[in-house]
């Protein structure tokens, strides 16, 4: 056996063009005239012909982060990226009385994994009970965890948003003038 005797594995397919040949004769297919009849024929996927295209008929999702642009199409909103949820019974037999619990220190542990190679957020409900003393940095905490805890500043630290305050504007007495038109009144006297 010698080099030009061996046979390729994959079969060669040839391109299929329009027009050499075979059955379809003048028009090869394609019609006459139009856009469909054109080389790069088509209109762009999804297009509709005057109606709303699909995508901006579908509803849109609230919690937009930024804008995602698709190559074929219009621009779509990123949905809301969801917390991560985890019960105080997954976190007492993984962590030891003191220890600080983040979501770092939880992605250490394995208990979470990533997300588009980003720890994600967060968020531990009650279900299950705690013996002895964590404190949680950068995780969302629920109610329950916190009436649990007597909410006591050393057990739970949380960040807390610094609410907004308006001025308050002294009331104003309104004092309301009104002009008394007396041209008017002497045209009636006048009439009279």
């Known amino acids: 056996m010698q080099l030009h005797q061996i046979n390729p594995t994959f079969k060669k397919k040839s391109r299929k063009r329009v027009g050499r040949g075979g059955?379809?004769?003048?028009?090869?297919?394609?019609?006459?005239?139009?856009q469909k009849s054109r080389s790069g024929k088509g209109p762009r996927a999804g297009f509709a012909g005057g109606d709303t295209t699909l995508l901006k008929r579908?509803?849109?999702k609230r919690g937009i982060?930024?804008?995602v642009k698709i190559k074929s199409g219009p621009k779509l909103s990123r949905l809301r990226i969801n917390p991560v949820v985890l019960n105080l019974k997954d976190i007492k037999d993984n962590f030891k009385d003191g220890e600080i619990v983040s979501p770092k220190s939880l992605f250490e542990k394995k208990l979470i994994s990533k997300i588009n190679k980003k720890i994600p957020i967060v968020?531990?409900?009650?279900?299950?009970?705690?013996?002895?003393?964590l404190i949680f940095k950068g995780v969302k905490i629920s109610k329950k965890v916190k009436e649990g805890a007597g909410e006591k500043k050393s057990d739970?630290?949380?960040?807390?948003r610094k609410k907004r305050t308006r001025r308050k504007l002294k009331k104003v007495k309104e004092v309301i003038v009104e002009k008394q038109d007396t041209k008017k009144e002497d045209k009636k006297k006048e009439t009279k």
């Open 23 to 34: 059955k379809k004769g003048t028009y090869s297919g394609r019609g006459m005239k139009g």
């Open 58 to 60: 579908l509803p849109k």
């Open 65 to 67: 982060v930024g804008k």
């Open 123 to 133: 968020k531990i409900l009650g279900e299950g009970e705690l013996k002895g003393k």
């Open 156 to 160: 739970i630290k949380e960040k807390k």
